[in-house]
């Protein structure tokens, strides 16, 4: 049962504070692309590692240093949606994992308790719970509804899949042309449940440069 991660890396960055695509700042030394591919290699769980980029990059991807697993770059689309069919389309494997290139400080322990439960059911994300108080606002005002949290959960990435499920779920999103946040919606929308799996709080998604700062403190041991 062999298992692909997709890495999407094409993205824009145009909340990076125009430093251009945040997965080539640096963290540490390295690209954040690298670290994430990085932890993939390290799982033990994947075959190969399959990386969308954006049209221009496949020199960068090239020179980032070898992480032990075999590497393809393919380049991605405008929208998400369209990166993540050009990956799946590369990917080999029964099992595909799909994960934000801009998500650096995904663990080893995450992606192997997504597998799992990817193998196990057949669909499966990592997810936080919602500690906050959530509330509709509406012209800069509170509405007086409070939702309860305890039904909502905040969704993170690697995703996981058996990749022929989600190549019908893009298919048809694309057939009835649907938005799609995430690729759990793609699942979704087939009526196919998704599982959960406790997420990591360390896992977050860098999209402005202070979340670059903040990686920088979690990575070197501070709390954030």
């Known amino acids: 049962m062999s ?9 824009a960055g145009t909340r990076f504070g125009g430093a251009g695509n945040k997965v080539w700042a640096l963290l540490a030394g390295q690209p954040l692309l690298w670290h994430g591919l990085a932890a993939f290699a390290a799982c ?17 991807l090239a020179s ?13 689309g405008e929208r998400r949606a369209d990166s993540a069919w050009a990956g799946l389309s590369r990917a080999g494997g029964e099992y595909v994992l799909v994960h934000d290139g801009a ?12 597998l799992a439960a990817t193998r196990y059911h057949g669909a499966a994300v990592p997810v936080l719970p919602v500690a906050d108080t959530v509330r509709r606002a509406r012209d800069q005002f ?11 959960v905040l969704i993170q990435t690697p995703q996981g ?14 057939h ?8 759990a919606a793609a699942v979704l929308s087939l009526g196919h449940p998704v599982a ?29």
């Open 161 to 174: 899949f058996r990749r022929d499920l989600l190549l019908t779920a893009y298919a048809e999103a694309h």
């Open 176 to 183: 009835h042309g649907r938005e799609l946040p995430d690729d």
């Open 142 to 152: 509170l509405k007086s509804e409070t939702l309860d949290r305890r039904d909502w």
């Open 64 to 76: 980032l240093p070898q992480v032990g697993l075999p590497l393809h770059g393919v380049v991605g």
């Open 44 to 60: 033990g769980a994947v075959d190969e590692i399959v990386v969308v980029i954006r049209s221009g990059d496949e020199e960068r």
């Open 196 to 224: 959960t799996v406790p997420g990591d709080p360390a896992n977050l998604k860098v999209t402005r440069p202070e979340d670059l700062t903040l990686a920088k403190r979690i990575l070197a041991g501070s709390t954030p």
């Open 3 to 11: 298992a692909s991660a997709v890495i999407l890396a094409a993205g």
């Open 103 to 114: 998500r650096p400080l995904v663990t080893p322990s995450l992606i192997q308790r997504v």
